[in-house]
């Protein structure tokens, strides 16, 4: 059982539902993300989306093109990001990462050679945004081959085909993403999660994590209800452009300590 697969099963028996944070590798600067992704942890997340960056993000909206744009400017790369899960993994934090990001790093890199290299910094898992399910089998082979988990995004648009092609090939959970456009975007519409969410959870046979849109603790509370992870990336990163170098932890922590609040509160933890 993966890592990513341990600490759903162990929420699941306190009763409590994943806290998912996004942030961009590098940015600010590369200095700064892992202490941003201790903050993090002490802030409640139970797995942190690592961003890696890339220049043409096309289905990321404003915030998160502005992180990647920052770190690719300050130097980052793929290798530079698996040097930080190996300097994550060196201070004996456990928390699951997943790398989040697009296919051209990873076949500019070549697939066997990411995912042995990812692995062995300590990388749980990968998303791909622009690898549909269907057609990357033998990436989700090689991924597990090397123990990652392959996750894949499931859309409102998405059909009974498509929940079957990524239970046949992803592993340790799915992201749902509750709108149609990009990340960041305002309008959540949470009838439509409440009635896909089940469905979904049935015919993949995974947990179900929700991104794009989440704002605050209400929303936040309202999807642990749903679902089974609470992916919040977008207004982390606000946070981040709104704040020094200096202070950019102390206030990321805040503030997913609030959003852990209010899952555990309200909604996450029935």
Avoid: W
Wanted: proline share 6%.
């Amino acid at each position: 059982m993966s890592r990513i697969q341990q600490t759903f099963k162990r929420l699941e028996s306190e009763g409590r539902k994943a806290l998912i944070p996004f942030i961009t590798a590098g940015d600010p600067a590369p200095e700064m993300t892992l202490p941003l992704m201790k903050a993090l942890v002490a802030g409640g997340a139970d797995i942190i989306e690592l961003g890696v960056p890339f220049s043409d993000p096309m289905a990321d909206g404003p915030t998160i093109q502005r992180a990647s744009e920052r770190a690719l400017a300050a130097g980052m790369s793929m290798r530079k990001v698996l040097d930080i899960v190996r300097s994550f993994r060196a201070t004996g934090d456990q928390t699951p990462v997943v790398l989040m990001g697009y296919a051209n790093p990873i076949e500019a890199m070549g697939a066997e050679r990411f995912a042995r290299a990812s692995a062995k910094a300590g990388a749980d898992g990968v998303l791909v945004v622009d690898y549909p399910p269907e057609e990357c089998r033998d990436f989700a082979e090689i991924c597990r081959a090397s123990g990652l988990d392959p996750v894949f995004l499931l859309a409102p648009t998405s059909t009974e085909q498509r929940f079957d092609d990524v239970a046949a090939v992803g592993s340790g959970y799915i992201y749902y993403v509750s709108l149609k456009g990009v990340t960041g975007s305002a309008a959540l519409d949470l009838d439509e999660v409440a009635r896909r969410i089940p469905a979904i959870r049935q015919r993949v046979g995974m947990p179900v994590g929700v991104g794009f849109g989440i704002r605050d603790g209400a929303t936040a509370a309202k999807i642990a209800a749903l679902a089974d992870a609470v992916v919040i990336g977008s207004r982390i990163i606000e946070e981040i452009e709104g704040s020094t170098s200096e202070d950019a932890p102390a206030k990321v922590e805040a503030f997913m300590r609030s959003i852990r609040h209010a899952i555990d509160s309200a909604g996450g933890h029935p």
